[in-house]
C-alpha cells in the first residue's frame, strides 16, 4: 500500500522490497548535551519534527516524537498532530488510544492534503501502531483505535510487544508463536472490520535482563527475532515493521553497538519499516538530539550498503588498470578524478582526519559533533509551504476539537 501526505512527492510504498525508516515516537523525556535530561514538551517536539523533515534518511513521523506533558492529555494529540503538518510534509503515525485520537489524526491529514475522507479511504494518508498487551490481551483503547483507523481505510500495523521472560516464555521459539498469534489476531480484526483494510505486520521481542527485570534491546536475541519475524510476515505476505531499539541511558559505545545490531536484524529480516528508527534511548523513555544524529548516521550507511553495485565496463575500470604501471597509484588517473567527489559515502558524523589533524581542529568526539551537527540542521532548516487557507482550516478544527473534548465529548 502506499502512504500519501499532504506532498505527493513524498508518497511512501509501504511493503515488497521497500525500507523507511521512521521518528522515534512515544518518550515521556528528552535529552541533549545542553539542556540536559528534562519533561517532554512542545517545543522539543517541534524540533525534532523540524529534524526528521531535515534529514533524508527519516522518512515518516512518529506517533508523538515526546510527550508533550505540560498540555492536557486528552487533547495533546492535537498540537502535535498540527506540528506533523506544519512542521513537515511527510505522513505521520496517528495514535489510537481510543476512538477520536485516531480519528482526529485522519481527519487532520485530510484537511492538510484538501481531500475527503473517502479520498483518503482510497488513498490513505496516516498509519498507525496496535500495541497488543502482551500476553494475548488486546485492550479497549487499542482495539477501539484499530477499528476506527480500519473503518476509515487507514494502514494499521498490529505489533505484539512480546519480551521473553516477562510477556512471553523465556525461549525466543515461544516468544515467537506467541508474537505471531497475537499478530495475526490483531490482523484477522482489521479484516473482519473492514476487508481489504491495509495492514501490517509487526514485530517487537526482545528479552528482558534476567537479574533485574529491565528490558534489554539490541541483544543476539533480539537480532535474531527481527530475522525470523520477517520471515513469517513474507510467509503471510504482508509487510513487515519492526524496531532497532537499544537500552543503553546515555548516547555512547552501547547505544551505537545495540542500535547496529538491532538494525541489521531488521534489514536482514526485509523489513518495510523501522520504527523508532532515529533517536530513541534509555529504553524508549529518553527521545535524544545526539542520539538521533547517531542513529541518522547509522541509517545512511545502511541506505549506501543497500545500493546495488554497477558492473558496466566503466565501473570495472580495465583502462584505468591498464593505465597506471605496476606499483603506482591511481590518485590522479583519470577514472579517479572524474569520482572522487561522489565515489564512497560521505559520512555526517564520522571523521576521517589523522590524529593530529583531529587534534588540530579541536580534537571533538562523535557526541561533541553530534551535538554541532543537529543545531546547524536547525539553523538551516526551512519549513515547508501550506495554503493559508489549509492553515485556517486546521486551526478551526483544533479548537473545535479542544472545546468538545473540554465539554467531555471524545
Known amino acids: ?177 506467541q508474537q505471531n498469534a497475537e499478530a495475526l489476531f490483531g490482523v484477522t480484526l482489521t479484516q473482519l472490520v473492514n476487508p481489504g483494510t491495509p495492514v501490517m505486520y509487526g514485530a517487537f521481542t526482545s528479552n528482558v535482563d534476567m537479574r533485574s527485570g529491565a528490558p534489554a534491546f539490541g541483544t543476539p536475541e533480539n537480532t535474531k527475532a527481527n530475522i525470523i519475524a520477517g520471515q513469517l510476515a513474507r510467509r503471510y505476505r504482508l509487510p513487515y515493521r519492526t524496531s532497532n531499539a537499544n537500552a543503553s541511558n546515555t548516547v555512547d559505545l552501547q547505544a551505537a553497538y545495540e542500535t547496529e545490531m538491532a538494525t541489521w536484524g531488521a534489514v536482514l529480516g526485509g523489513a518495510n519499516l523501522i520504527y523508532h528508527a532515529a533517536g530513541w534511548l534509555e529504553g524508549g523513555l529518553t527521545a535524544s538530539y545526539e542520539k538521533l544524529v547517531l542513529d541518522v548516521e547509522i541509517l545512511q550507511n545502511m541506505m549506501g550498503f543497500l545500493e546495488p553495485i554497477p558492473f558496466d565496463d566503466d565501473d570495472l575500470g580495465f583502462d584505468a588498470i591498464k593505465a597506471v604501471p605496476a606499483g603506482g597509484h591511481f590518485f590522479g588517473s583519470d577514472h579517479t578524478i572524474s569520482r572522487y567527489e561522489t565515489a564512497f559515502y560521505q559520512p555526517m558524523l564520522s571523521n576521517w582526519q589523522n590524529y593530529g589533524s583531529w587534534q588540530e581542529a579541536g580534537g571533538h568526539d562523535a557526541l561533541e559533533r553530534a551535538t554541532g551537527i543537529w543545531q546547524q540542521a536547525l539553523r538551516e532548516y526551512e519549513q515547508p509551504e501550506m495554503d493559508p487557507a489549509i492553515r485556517e482550516e486546521l486551526d478551526a478544527y483544533i479548537a473545535r476539537r479542544k472545546e468538545e473534548i473540554g465539554s467531555g465529548e471524545p
Open 1 to 177: 500500500f502506499t502512504l500519501t501526505s499532504r506532498n505527493p512527492a513524498k508518497r511512501l510504498v509501504i511493503g515488497g522490497d521497500t525500507l523507511a525508516f521512521g521518528l522515534v515516537a512515544g518518550p515521556p523525556n528528552v535529552h541533549d548535551r545542553i539542556n540536559g535530561r528534562r519533561a517532554g514538551n512542545l517545543a522539543d517536539y517541534q524540533n525534532f519534527t523540524r529534524l526528521a523533515h531535515y534529514f533524508n534518511a527519516i522518512h515518516i513521523l512518529g506517533n508523538q516524537v515526546c510527550a508533550p506533558i505540560e498540555l492536557p492529555a486528552n487533547s495533546r494529540h492535537l498540537d502535535t498532530y498540527n506540528a506533523n503538518l506544519t512542521l513537515s510534509d511527510r505522513c505521520y503515525h496517528c495514535t489510537a488510544i481510543g476512538r477520536g485520537r485516531a480519528i482526529d489524526g485522519i481527519r487532520m491529514m485530510a484537511i492538510a492534503r484538501g481531500a475527503s475522507l473517502e479520498e483518503m479511504r482510497a488513498d490513505p494518508g496516516v498509519i498507525t501502531i496496535i500495541s497488543v498487551n502482551s500476553p494475548r490481551m488486546l485492550d479497549d483503547a487499542m482495539a477501539n483505535g484499530l477499528i476506527a483507523m480500519a473503518e476509515h481505510g487507514q494502514p494499521v500495523t498490529v505489533t505484539p510487544f512480546t519480551l521473553m521472560g516477562a510477556m512471553t516464555p523465556v525461549t525466543l521459539a515461544a516468544a515467537l508463536c
